[in-house]
């Protein structure tokens, strides 16, 4: 039989019996072609990590830390607990320390010297006034001392007894002035409320004289629990005066006004003051 057909010099492209299977076969060997490729690829990937010493399934050690040291984005980063702040400052003591007591004993035959100007006794009755007012206990001391104010005329009997109101006066055991303030309890006044008041200026003496004073109302009005109804200290209780006298000419050391007149080493320098008080000072 003739043949008539396109056997094999086919010009003009497929017959339409073969295209079909022809590209499907091009497809299948294009992409198994690069499926080897890829297998190739990650083959080469996996021996170079390998190589290099990396787990590509684990975090490198660097990349651990850091991560450790991020916060999570999710949690907020813990504040690390601050320290509970300082107590504020107090002006009061749990025991508190007495000042340097003064010298008993002088040099026999000794004379007080005198320095400059004596002041009026006008001027000096201006500063014990003001003394009398002033506030020496501080805001961060409890209400029973912030309440206390060194009587006036207690203020004027000591200055008399002291000194006779003379600013200029030098004593033999070194006290200085109307209220014949001693060099350490200065220091130690100074000290104790942070002032800076100078026993050689007359009216620095007074208050140094008076803010002393107002220590020792603490200072046995706590041991005696002199406490009026409102809390504060009973200035006049004659237990807390009689202690507070006799510590500002001895010293509190062996001065006990809980035990009475046995408590009080110098009785006769109380009595004094005490009768000053009813009778000092009224022509100055």
Wanted: net charge neutral; aromatic share 8%; proline share 10%.
């Amino acid at each position: 039989m003739e043949y008539t057909g396109d056997a094999g010099g086919d010009t003009g492209g497929d017959t339409d019996e073969f295209p079909r299977p022809r590209r499907a076969a091009r497809r299948v060997g294009t992409v198994l072609l690069a499926l080897g490729l890829a297998v190739v690829l990650v083959g080469c990937a996996v021996i170079v990590n390998l190589a290099r010493g990396v787990d590509r399934d684990e975090p490198s050690q660097a990349a651990v830390t850091s991560a450790a040291a991020q916060p999570s984005p999710t949690e907020s980063p813990s504040p690390s607990p601050s320290p509970p702040p300082p107590p504020p400052p107090t002006e009061e003591a749990t025991e508190e320390e007495a000042p340097p007591p003064p010298p008993k004993t002088t040099k026999p035959g000794c004379q007080p010297t005198y320095k400059g100007k004596q002041l009026a006794k006008s001027q000096v009755r201006k500063y014990l006034d003001t003394a009398s007012k002033t506030k020496y206990w501080g805001t961060r001391a409890p209400a029973a001392e912030q309440a206390i104010r060194v009587p006036i005329r207690l203020l004027y009997a000591i200055a008399d007894q002291e000194s006779g109101w003379q600013s200029n006066i030098y004593a033999c055991d070194k006290g200085v002035g109307v209220m014949q303030v001693m060099p350490d309890t200065e220091t130690w006044m100074n000290q104790r409320f942070g002032t800076t008041y100078n026993i050689d200026v007359p009216a620095d003496n007074v208050h140094l004289g008076a803010q002393y004073l107002a220590w020792l109302f603490s200072y046995y009005g706590a041991q005696l629990k002199a406490y009026k109804s409102d809390g504060t200290y009973n200035l006049a209780d004659p237990k807390l005066l009689n202690g507070v006298i006799a510590a500002y000419n001895w010293g509190t050391a062996g001065v006990d006004p809980a035990q009475g007149k046995a408590g009080i080493p110098n009785g006769q320098y109380v009595d004094n003051v005490k009768a000053l008080m009813q009778t000092c000072c009224a022509n100055y």
